[in-house]
């Protein structure tokens, strides 16, 4: 029962759509739930759930046609910002340039974390790896 993305479209747009999805999904849920908090608000509760569940079938969707790591990384920095503006323009908290810089940097290094290479794959040139196994408690190798 998870969602389907059209046929035509390419695994690069589905996950696309699905980063701005999650993240809208994300923020509005957090919108809610702030609200919620603020006018002691049980429908705000209960829109902010229904959120969350939303998001998360979303993202279990999304699996089908994309990787985990970079739906994830752009959910999350689409949320990250989304945060900082809805705290600056909805709720009037000012947003100093240095942290401006701050979020630029922490996210260049969670994209460096996620997407930089982590060595060498191993080629068919390179000797296979010896193996142990254990047969009726005796050592072979």
């Known amino acids: 029962m998870l969602l389907r993305a059209p046929a035509s479209w390419s695994p690069f747009a589905v996950a696309a759509v699905a980063m701005v999805v ?3 999904l ?4 957090a919108y809610a739930a702030k609200e919620a908090v603020l006018r002691r608000s049980p ?4 829109f902010g759930i229904t959120l969350f569940v939303l998001l998360f079938w979303v993202f279990a969707s999304s699996l089908q046609y994309a990787e985990l790591a970079p739906v ?3 959910w999350i920095v689409v949320l990250q910002v989304g945060v900082v503006l809805l705290d600056r323009f909805h ?4 947003v100093p340039r240095g942290h401006w810089a701050a979020i630029v ?3 260049a290094a969670q994209a460096y974390l996620l997407l930089a290479p982590t060595g060498a794959p191993p080629t068919t040139a390179d000797p296979p ?12 190798a």
């Open 43 to 46: 429908a705000f509760a209960a």
């Open 91 to 94: 709720y009037g908290q000012p």
């Open 105 to 107: 940097l922490i996210i």
């Open 22 to 24: 999650l993240a809208a």
């Open 26 to 29: 994300d923020l509005a849920g």
């Open 72 to 74: 994830t990384f752009g």
């Open 129 to 140: 790896a010896e193996r142990t196994t254990v047969l009726a408690g005796r050592h072979r």
